[in-house]
């Protein structure tokens, strides 16, 4: 899927699935964005998980 189309604003505060990643315990998740744009992890958008904050590729998000 092309996550620019599915995803074309990213805010702070958007609920976004959490798909496609290698920390299999994450995938189905729903998170917050937090920080869409990462300046030290480009193409990465700021979510977070259980309190915490991840950086996670755009294309493993997914609208909630």
């Not at 990643?21 to 259980?50: C, F, M, T």
Request: with cysteine.
């Amino acid at each position: 899927a092309d996550c620019w189309r599915v995803l074309p604003d990213l805010t702070d505060g958007t609920i976004v699935l959490l798909v496609g990643l290698q920390r299999a315990d994450l995938n189905g998740r729903r998170a917050v964005v937090r920080q869409p744009v990462v300046p030290s992890k480009p193409g990465r958008v700021g979510v977070e998980v259980d309190g915490k904050i991840v950086a996670i590729k755009r294309e493993n998000l997914e609208s909630s």
